[in-house]
């Protein structure tokens, strides 16, 4: 596969492998959030929860998925739980205070 094509099915190739090289960060980044669950580290926690948002968020761009769409359907999401009274809402007020959250950040 010479010229520019080779290039392009070199770049689809790629792509695959960092897709799935994706999955498994997502799949190890979620074990490293059990075990941090297990031994109580905040420090732990935080960092396999932001690897868990930041490997979601890369993994949706590879797969075509802007960073604005994923915000848009999270905020869409929230409004859609809220509304139909997810557990989480009723029980905590979870999912308004994300959106609060999220809302404010953006101003």
């Known amino acids: 596969m ?10 689809i190739a790629k792509n695959i492998r ?3 090289w994706l ?3 997502l799949l190890a980044s979620l074990a490293a ?3 941090a669950m297990l031994r109580g580290s905040e420090e732990r926690l935080l960092d396999a929860f932001s690897s ?3 490997t979601c968020y890369v993994l949706g761009r590879r797969l075509g998925i802007s960073f604005t769409r994923m915000d848009l359907k999270l905020e869409n999401k929230l409004r859609q739980g ?3 009274g997810h557990e989480m809402e009723r029980w905590y007020g979870d999912l308004s205070a994300l959106l609060a959250h999220l809302v404010e950040k953006k101003r």
Do not use: N
Request: overall charge negative; cysteine-free; proline content about 4%.
């Open 2 to 11: 010479f010229g520019p094509q080779g290039h392009q099915d070199t770049g």
């Open 18 to 20: 960092v897709i799935e």
């Open 23 to 25: 999955k498994a960060d």
């Open 33 to 35: 959030l059990y075990r």
């Open 52 to 54: 868990i948002i930041i």
């Open 82 to 84: 809220i509304e139909e």
